[in-house]
């Protein structure tokens, strides 16, 4: 089937999975419409994380992968504004991470189910509450190759922005076949300012303002940046085994 093809039917599919998923009587956080995108696994901005340590790799987790499928699954705006709005993350918002993290493995399997039917090579990037403790963070980000893909921007405390919202769920899975667009050839001044734009918005290393220091209750920033292991001790009141700053969320609207 032409690419394209197969790319208007992942987004109906997961579309109807969100949909469906949310009309359980289980269920109460809601969605907004998913978005997609596809990024090759050539991209060097991959080599340029790896090389630092701050992500895996994709032709290292998957070898036969060639594009990964990524999906942002927005949260309802008013639990991203009712967070905003209280000192401590709210009950609602909480609850939405563990809701949006269960959605995304329905997600999975549903991209799994279209790839397969295509006679495509599919696998996960990640364990879905994978963790180290030690880096403060998960091995492999879906939310750099989201930003690399152009989906969207990160954020403070490696949020993920798209259209200046935050608030939802960055997911995705590896396949051998050819969905994304070959990558710029970026080198030198070029791939440095690429990098730059990645990691600098994530303020780990500031400046973060007064205001963004004053509403972390964790006390975890500062003007020099973002402590992660306070970040991840705090987060740990709310997922004592994935720790992310994503259960918290409070610092996440203040971008540079």
Not at 75 to 84: F, K, S
Not at 94 to 121: C, D, H, P
Not at 203 to 214: K, R, V
Request: hydrophobic share 35%; glycine share 8%.
């Amino acid at each position: 089937m032409d690419a394209e093809l197969v790319k208007r039917r992942l987004k109906k599919r997961i579309t109807e999975t969100v949909q469906e998923f949310q009309e359980r009587e289980d269920i109460t956080c809601r969605f907004g419409e998913p978005e997609l995108a596809y990024v090759s696994v050539d991209d060097v901005r991959f080599d340029m994380l790896f090389a630092r340590g701050l992500n895996g790799h994709p032709r290292e987790i998957y070898r036969p992968g060639r594009t990964i499928i990524l999906y942002y699954l927005p949260l309802a705006e008013d639990i991203v504004r009712a967070n905003e709005q209280s000192e401590e993350p709210t009950e609602e918002w909480v609850k939405a991470y563990f809701e949006s993290l269960w959605l995304a493995m329905y997600v999975n399997q549903t991209i799994r189910e279209v790839m397969v039917g295509q006679g495509r090579l599919i696998s996960n990037l990640n364990n879905m509450v994978e963790w180290d403790d030690e880096k403060c963070r998960e091995e492999w980000s879906h939310k750099y190759a989201a930003a690399i893909a152009g989906l969207g921007e990160m954020g403070p405390a490696g949020s993920f922005h798209r259209n200046g919202q935050y608030g939802g769920r960055v997911g995705g899975m590896i396949t051998d076949g050819m969905y994304a667009d070959r990558p710029d050839a970026i080198e030198g001044e070029e791939l440095q300012e690429a990098l730059a734009k990645l990691l600098n918005p994530c303020l780990f290393d500031g400046p973060c303002s007064e205001e963004m220091i004053n509403v972390c209750p964790g006390g975890a920033i500062t003007a020099e940046g973002i402590d992660k292991a306070k970040c991840r001790d705090y987060c740990k009141k709310y997922n004592e085994k994935t720790p992310a700053p994503e259960v918290c969320g409070k610092c996440f609207r203040f971008r540079v």
